[in-house]
């Protein structure tokens, strides 16, 4: 696919997202993606970075972006709890893109036990502050992000283009995309995925943390039994630039 350069100001929209999640087509919604990459990426160049959580998600935005450009870099932020399954899947995706993804994980001392006595300190530590690490270390001024506004109670009032910290620009390009269009579009491309998928998640995090469910809410096994179920670790609703 070519692609015409053009130069214009990115700025957060507000726009009729649950509209649009249900008159655009897939093949609407994944240009839509692709045009908001490109449009960042003419703006910001190399301080463009995609966040890779190592889910479905964010491995449909991570092709969508490698197919605006291979220069895009990204990167993982693991934790001492993810899946053995992840934290081999994340070995394979970084020798798939060798040089063009970083790890960012806390080694901070923290209780065994505090994902199930303080679920939103150990998200704190394990999640947000590598994050803010991450988009620090980069120099990154626009991150891209494969959350979507179906995927449960949580991510219903985001936008595409978000300005939640000031100077950084959060683009969720694939906002708009049903579940079922994640799988079209990764099944379509031959995109490999976690295979975490197979034995029947749908919303991937730390082994302690995530459970098979089969509800109608995709997130419903995150953090099951607790306060935090269906919730978030923080990455989306906490300042990311912070003052260290
Ligand atoms: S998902 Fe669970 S184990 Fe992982 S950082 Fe959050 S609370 Fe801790």
């Given at each position: 696919?070519?692609?015409?350069?053009?130069?214009?100001?990115?700025?957060?929209?507000?726009?009729?997202?649950?509209?649009?999640?249900?008159?655009?087509?897939?093949?609407?919604?994944?240009?839509?993606?692709?045009?908001?990459?490109?449009?960042?990426?003419?703006?910001?160049?190399?301080?463009?970075?995609?966040?890779?959580s190592l889910g479905?998600?964010?491995?449909?935005?991570?092709?969508?972006?490698?197919?605006?450009?291979?220069?895009?870099?990204?990167?993982?932020?693991?934790t001492?709890f993810k899946p053995?399954a992840t934290?081999?899947?994340?070995?394979?995706?970084?020798?798939?893109?060798?040089?063009?993804?970083?790890?960012?994980?806390?080694?901070?001392?923290?209780?065994?036990?505090?994902y199930?006595?303080?679920p939103?300190?150990?998200c704190?530590?394990?999640?947000?502050?590598?994050?803010?690490?991450?988009?620090?270390?980069?120099?990154?001024?626009?991150?891209?992000?494969?959350?979507?506004?179906?995927?449960?109670?949580?991510?219903?009032?985001?936008?595409?283009?978000?300005?939640?910290?000031?100077?950084?620009?959060?683009?969720?390009?694939?906002?708009?995309?049903?579940?079922?269009?994640?799988?079209?579009?990764?099944?379509?491309?031959?995109?490999?995925?976690n295979?975490l998928y197979?034995a029947g998640y749908r919303s991937l995090g730390c082994e302690p943390c995530s459970s098979i469910t089969?509800?109608?809410?995709e997130r419903s096994g995150r953090w099951l039994g607790t306060?935090k179920c269906g919730g978030?670790c923080?990455?989306?609703?906490?300042?990311?630039?912070?003052?260290?």
């Amino acid at each position: 696919m070519q692609w015409g350069i053009v130069r214009m100001t990115i700025a957060a929209t507000q726009e009729n997202v649950g509209e649009l999640v249900k008159t655009l087509n897939f093949a609407e919604k994944v240009d839509r993606s692709l045009r908001l990459i490109e449009r960042a990426y003419c703006e910001y160049g190399a301080r463009l970075v995609v966040a890779n959580s190592l889910g479905k998600d964010s491995s449909a935005v991570w092709h969508l972006a490698r197919r605006v450009s291979d220069g895009i870099k990204g990167f993982i932020v693991t934790t001492r709890f993810k899946p053995q399954a992840t934290k081999q899947f994340m070995l394979e995706e970084l020798e798939r893109y060798p040089g063009r993804l970083k790890v960012y994980e806390s080694t901070a001392e923290i209780s065994d036990e505090l994902y199930r006595t303080d679920p939103n300190r150990c998200c704190d530590v394990l999640k947000v502050e590598p994050t803010r690490r991450a988009i620090e270390e980069m120099n990154v001024a626009c991150w891209v992000t494969g959350l979507r506004c179906t995927e449960g109670r949580t991510r219903t009032d985001f936008q595409e283009i978000e300005e939640r910290d000031e100077g950084l620009i959060k683009l969720n390009p694939i906002l708009l995309w049903h579940e079922r269009e994640v799988w079209q579009y990764l099944a379509l491309h031959r995109v490999p995925v976690n295979p975490l998928y197979g034995a029947g998640y749908r919303s991937l995090g730390c082994e302690p943390c995530s459970s098979i469910t089969n509800g109608p809410d995709e997130r419903s096994g995150r953090w099951l039994g607790t306060s935090k179920c269906g919730g978030e670790c923080g990455i989306h609703t906490r300042p990311l630039k912070v003052n260290r």
